[in-house]
């Protein structure tokens, strides 16, 4: 009965794992869709699943080495479970609501559980008898507490304003301290005795002397760490993660060894030993990576590099590899664990080679359809364990049934037990399998994108090719290739070291069709452009960045002369202006049956004084005017973005989260803040805080800041920021105008940035959407009053709103009211608002009668463009 109480046990606490684990996959597939994507992730699986598989199994280990039950027993372990699962949930739930609040208690819960389980681990080795491997209990010990200082600098990290510079200190702490003192210190103590019983080793008398040794490497080099952080001394980093490094070659010393003993291959063996070798890379990379950086911001941005091996190449292959192993032992039963262990082991080989190899090929620099399709190779591979986990245990427990009882057998681990020779299996045909999966992953997407790969797929040059190479470095400087200019011998084949040394995301691009693909700050690559016959122009193709300047000639000497030069083409990618949308445009025509407007309806400040906003920003293909569709980067979404309301004194936390695939920015004018940190352009996959006071009342503008500017903005990214004047009068109905342009590119393409220079716009607009006003009217009565809030977002054309067959009896611009209830005589009156681009103001009227009232820009032609809407006026 006990051994059936302990397996079902097992079972029950694994299904919190298991959960945690379908947490973290739905994770990854909707991440494209939640905010803190990358936040969410990690922590899922860090501190959701790895966690929760440290303090069961941690527990069972103590329980062997101890040969004694913890205090509390099982109900002791179910509770500190329990506190921090649910203090994890809290903790998930905190971050996708930006309830600090909730942060706060599900920080605590899990500080609190983690406290609990290194005090149980203390009291179980005090009582327990002298062993040789008891000792290592003290590992689990001490990564409990790691945890504790890791949960604290998080939440302490998240009081600070996003351009607080010890932001950045503490962010390297919280990770070094989580990932090498909770996860990595706890696998340290484990696998000393672990790695040896998964291979079915026999261990010599030397094994694991060394473990004090190990224990202590890891505490020193974390402190080093932590100190390093303190104390703003970034190069202690490195010196603390090789400390930590000596800990981990002592293990793998071992651990090697002990490899030339194994009796078997299994699954467990394979995926440990993987684990193992990328968490020796990851904490290489910490050294020489991150702790050379030249600042805390840049030890930041390298750490980013870390994910991919350390979770998926560490933490979820460690995990699965151990729970290969022990699932199939709490089954009990030769025949039942012979069963299990059967269904874990299916293609053992294979799922190895195929995570590790696509793994290591994804660091590699290859295009991003590569590492998308070699992402999904893993993550289906990865998918495939929950489903022979689950194949495992049911076939275990029916086994078992079948299976007479031993007179007496508690499942556990068996140190140093040898068993009989294993038949040997020939595994060339797994290998292969899986290398030809990566290496069609690779073909696939180099197929779908070669110039991505640097593949030229034009007819061969008819020049005589000389044999000779030309090698030439370009870099970034601001909106400028350096060198502009590349002269190449005809008949030489060119290629061009490209190191993006800007602040932002580039590619080179070629006439022949040749590119680098794009490149965030800091990274490198290698063009093959080809045989060079003639002259030919190269540009940045990322949107805007052509038309800054970002060009350059590469020169045939000697060879012929191409025709045109800088400009020679139209746009960013070289279309002809017959392609753009604008010869789609037909201002008489209406939206389509079921289109819905922008709602311009604005609700009052609500009271709130302190207001967290998170603004996604994303790549969306709509319509700005009946049957014309571009690609606009948006905020949270829309264009305009939300537009945020308040008063004077209210505190603005914002959150940007880039979800777009080039580097975008945020600029609140509503907000007197350094621009240094929060302004910041931040790259796909990155965020940052943005927080500000309100201390001037109007309507404000916020819009992206990269350069360049005027393509970012007039590609969607803009919203408005109201702060009410004190004393505002209460009005029937308020409602947002944010007046912009849109100057087309093809249809479904983004904007065409050499437009924007020349201040032509194809499109004027109110809250993106040509005329969408006139043909779905804003509704009010006679009678009532209305305020009508205005902003000109630009980038380039002023606006003169007006309402035709009203008169403003009050009007507020830039700050202050030029006009309050018909000023000093009560009978004055204004007819435009007028404003340059970024300036805003309000204007209030009542309709005395009903009809149809047009507002407009009254610069007219820009009103024949789209700038245009109904207010319809009923009794």
């Known amino acids: 009965m006990r051994t059936l109480e302990r397996r079902t046990w097992y079972i029950i606490t694994n299904s919190v794992l298991g959960a945690w684990m379908l947490a973290a996959i739905a994770a990854v597939i909707a991440h494209r869709f939640i905010p803190h994507s990358t936040w969410l992730m990690v922590h899922i699986t860090m501190l959701g699943a790895v966690s929760t598989a440290i303090i069961i199994w941690s527990q069972h280990f103590a329980d062997t080495l101890t040969r004694r039950q913890a205090p509390a027993g099982r109900l002791g372990l179910g509770i500190r479970l329990g506190l921090h699962t649910v203090g994890a949930i809290i903790v998930v739930a905190g971050m996708l609501a930006d309830a600090m609040p909730l942060l706060l208690v599900g920080a605590s819960l899990v500080a609190v559980a983690a406290v609990a389980h290194s005090v149980t681990m203390v009291l179980q080795l005090r009582g327990a008898l002298t062993s040789r491997f008891g000792p290592l209990v003290r590992f689990y010990a001490v990564s409990a507490l790691w945890l504790v200082v890791g949960v604290s600098l998080g939440f302490w990290m998240s009081q600070l304003p996003a351009d607080d510079p010890v932001r950045s200190r503490l962010f390297v702490a919280h990770v070094a301290v989580n990932l090498l003192g909770w996860v990595g210190t706890t696998v340290l103590g484990t696998v000393i005795l672990f790695w040896p019983t998964v291979l079915h080793a026999r261990m010599r008398a030397t094994d694991g002397g060394r473990q004090g040794g190990v224990l202590a490497a890891s505490v020193i080099g974390i402190a080093i760490v932590l100190a390093a952080a303190m104390a703003d001394a970034l190069p202690l980093v490195a010196v603390g993660a090789a400390v930590w490094l000596v800990g981990l070659g002592i293990v793998l010393f071992e651990g090697i060894r002990q490899v030339k003993d194994a009796s078997g291959l299994s699954y467990a063996g394979l995926s440990i030993g993987a684990a193992l070798c990328w968490l020796a890379v990851s904490v290489g990379f910490l050294a020489a990576g991150v702790g050379t950086a030249p600042t805390w911001a840049v030890a930041v941005e390298r750490l980013a590099w870390i994910v991919q091996p350390f979770i998926a190449g560490f933490a979820v292959q460690i995990v699965l590899g151990a729970l290969s192993y022990l699932l199939p032992v709490i089954m009990g039963r030769p025949n039942a664990r012979k069963a299990a262990e059967a269904e874990l082991d299916r293609g053992s080989v294979?799922?190895?080679?195929?995570?590790?190899?696509?793994?290591?090929?994804?660091?590699?620099?290859?295009?991003?359809?590569?590492?998308?399709?070699?992402?999904?190779?893993?993550?289906g591979v990865f998918i495939a364990f929950l489903v022979?986990?689950?194949?495992?245990?049911?076939?275990?427990?029916?086994?078992?049934?079948?299976?007479?009882?031993?007179?007496?057998?508690?499942?556990?681990?068996?140190?140093?037990?040898?068993?009989?020779?294993?038949?040997?299996?020939?595994?060339?045909?797994?290998?292969?399998?899986?290398?030809?999966?990566?290496?069609?992953?690779?073909?696939?997407?180099?197929?779908?994108?070669p110039a991505a790969a640097g593949i030229n797929t034009l007819a061969a040059s008819e020049v005589e090719a000389t044999g000779e190479t030309t090698t030439i470095e370009v870099t970034v400087d601001g909106m400028r290739f350096v060198p502009d200019r590349l002269e190449v011998p005809a008949g030489n084949s060119l290629v061009v070291e490209f190191r993006n040394t800007g602040t932002d995301v580039h590619d080179m691009t070629f006439a022949n069709g040749v590119t680098s693909g794009r490149l965030s700050p800091g990274e490198s690559t290698t063009i093959d452009v080809g045989v060079i016959s003639s002259d030919m122009e190269s540009w940045c193709s990322v949107t805007g960045h052509r038309a800054m300047g970002m060009v350059a000639d590469v020169v045939a000497i000697g060879g012929e002369t191409a025709e045109g030069g800088h400009g020679s083409h139209h746009g960013d990618g070289g279309e002809d202006a017959a392609d753009s949308a604008a010869s789609d445009l037909d201002f008489s025509a209406t939206p389509e049956p079921g289109f819905e407007p922008y709602d311009a309806a604005l609700e009052p400040a609500d009271g709130t004084t302190v207001h967290t906003v998170t603004l996604p920003v994303t790549d969306e293909t709509v319509d700005v005017a009946p049957g014309v569709s571009q690609e606009l980067w948006t905020f949270d979404g829309t264009a305009p973005g939300p537009t945020l309301r308040g008063k004077v004194g209210d505190v603005f936390e914002v959150t940007l989260v880039n979800n777009g695939t080039m580097g975008h920015s945020i600029d609140f004018h509503a907000g007197v803040v350094s621009p240094d940190e929060p302004m910041r352009t931040i790259m796909p996959g990155e965020s940052l805080e943005y927080r500000f006071t309100a201390t001037r009342a109007g309507i404000w503008m916020y819009h992206c800041s990269t350069m360049p500017m005027s393509s970012h903005i007039a590609n969607g990214m803009f919203g408005a920021v109201i702060i009410d004047p004190p004393e505002l009068a209460p009005v029937d109905h308020e409602f947002v105008m944010v007046q912009s342009e849109f100057y087309l590119g093809p249809q479904g393409d983004a904007v065409d940035a050499?437009?924007?220079?020349?201040?032509?716009?194809?499109?004027?607009?109110?809250?993106?959407?040509?005329?969408?006003?006139?043909?779905?009217?804003l509704e009010v009565k006679a009678g009532e009053s209305v305020r009508f809030w205005v902003l000109d977002a630009g980038p380039n054309v002023a606006s003169s709103f007006h309402v035709v067959g009203g008169q403003f009896h009050t009007?507020?611009?830039?700050?202050?009211?030029?006009?309050?209830?018909?000023?000093?005589?009560?009978?004055?009156?204004?007819?435009?608002?007028?404003?340059?681009?970024?300036?805003?103001?309000f204007v209030e009227l009542t309709f005395p009668e009903a009809g149809n009232y047009t507002f407009v820009s009254h610069i007219m032609s820009d009103a024949e463009k789209g700038a245009t809407g109904i207010v319809h006026v009923t009794d």
């Open 350 to 379: 294979f799922r190895a080679v195929t995570i590790n190899a696509g793994i290591a090929v994804y660091l590699l620099d290859v295009p991003s359809v590569v590492k998308v399709l070699l992402s999904l190779v893993v993550f």
């Open 388 to 449: 022979l986990a689950v194949r495992a245990v049911m076939r275990g427990l029916r086994e078992r049934k079948a299976e007479p009882a031993p007179a007496t057998h508690t499942p556990g681990l068996r140190i140093g037990a040898k068993p009989a020779p294993q038949p040997k299996r020939r595994f060339s045909g797994q290998v292969v399998t899986a290398a030809s999966i990566v290496l069609l992953a690779v073909a696939g997407g180099i197929a779908v994108d």
């Open 754 to 777: 050499e437009k924007v220079a020349t201040q032509m716009p194809d499109i004027v607009a109110f809250n993106g959407y040509a005329n969408q006003y006139r043909d779905v009217p």
């Open 811 to 841: 009007v507020w611009k830039e700050g202050d009211y030029t006009l309050k209830d018909g000023g000093s005589t009560g009978v004055g009156g204004s007819q435009a608002l007028d404003l340059a681009p970024a300036q805003g103001g």
